[in-house]
């Protein structure tokens, strides 16, 4: 296992995986090849249905094999073969908690059907009863609080649904975007999926590294990674993409830039911040909320909420300022 830990791995996922000798992956994120004709470095991306359906089950049995009891596993697919990742997970005996549809812009443009513009992201559990599910951590203000202003409402907010359209591919002109892969997961979206359903310290494994993202985000969020790449040259860059980042260093309500000896109510005034992991997580939730950060900081109401709902999803039983939340809205801002 210390092996595979925090590396990317060159080589095929179902030898790599088999050779594990027990369980090791919390979580499991899986975006394979659709079939439908991308242009990888290593994968042709056209085989017969027969043999694509084949290849499936033989991956997703070795990604069951190293998935903990407690563990969940997303798979990412199209239309094409979304039904047969359903039952090949039935036969494997997992447990289907939600079947997302990750609809999106910028979508495949057609000229004889309607053009496509989402993903199925299937969601599993090994052990229908056990697993993780941090709720804390992706929840949203609902309507009556954003619309309505209504008191019955939960003041905890409201779990997103399972259609979800807050994330946008990552196209060519995003500066997300590494030009070096055809296809790349937004990092906000592998936020969700990580933040929610494994917890820091946890192992979160990539059979189809590609891009690198999953690793990326679970590096960013304190979590330890094992990706598995067929490409040499996606690895190497995917390596380089790493070493870019700055790991999760700071726990929850540990500031950055309170001077020692002084609390961080102490220290608003003289332009105190909010440290680089509630930072990230602020911005999260102004994205799930879609609504501008200017906008949220100029409205008493929406700061409110929004310094509520951000208390909520740090989950540290620390006690945040509206005004302190404001001054970082403005930073996010610009």
Same mark, same amino acid.
């Given at each position: ?173 995003? $500066? ?8 790349? =997961?937004?990092?906000? !979206? @592998? #936020?969700?999926?990580? /933040? +929610? ?93 879609? $609504? ?8 008493? =109401?929406?700061?409110? !909420? @929004? #310094?509520?709902?951000? /208390? +909520? ?22």
């Amino acid at each position: 296992m210390s092996k595979l830990l925090n590396r990317i791995i060159c080589g095929d996922c179902i030898e790599v995986l088999s050779n594990a000798r027990e369980p090791f992956a919390d979580l499991i994120f899986a975006d394979p090849p659709f079939n439908i004709g991308y242009k990888y470095d290593k994968y042709h991306d056209k085989v017969k249905k027969k043999n694509y359906i084949a290849w499936t089950k033989d991956w997703m049995t070795a990604c069951k094999r190293v998935l903990k009891p407690h563990g969940s596993f997303y798979i990412a697919i199209g239309d094409e073969y979304a039904a047969n990742v359903k039952i090949i997970a039935d036969e494997l005996g997992l447990f289907m908690r939600n079947w997302i549809i990750w609809h999106y812009t910028f979508g495949q443009q057609t000229k004889n059907k309607f053009a496509r513009a989402h993903t199925h992201i299937f969601y599993f559990a090994n052990d229908k009863d056990d697993f993780t599910f941090n709720d804390h951590a992706v929840r949203v203000p609902s309507d009556r609080q954003l619309i309505y202003n209504d008191k019955r409402a939960n003041p905890a907010g409201k779990m997103p649904n399972d259609v979800w359209d807050e994330f946008p591919r990552v196209c060519g002109t995003f $500066k997300e975007r590494r030009g070096w892969h055809p296809c790349q =997961m937004p990092e906000s !979206l @592998l #936020t969700r999926i990580i /933040a +929610v359903s494994s917890n820091p310290g946890d192992c979160v494994l990539d059979p189809f590294s590609g891009s690198g993202t999953t690793a990326a985000v679970a590096y960013q969020l304190g979590r330890n990674y094992v990706g598995v790449e067929i490409s040499q040259n996606y690895v190497e860059n995917t390596e380089k993409r790493l070493a870019e980042l700055t790991p999760h260093q700071n726990q929850p309500g540990q500031s950055l830039f309170a001077p020692e000896g002084q609390t961080e109510e102490t220290c608003l005034d003289f332009g105190a911040g909010l440290n680089t992991a509630e930072l990230n997580e602020l911005k999260r939730l102004v994205s799930d909320i879609k $609504k501008p950060a200017k906008e949220i900081a100029a409205d008493k =109401m929406l700061l409110g !909420l @929004l #310094t509520n709902q951000f /208390a +909520v999803r740090m989950n540290n039983h620390k006690q945040y300022s509206k005004k302190e939340i404001a001054m970082a809205l403005e930073d996010i801002a610009d």
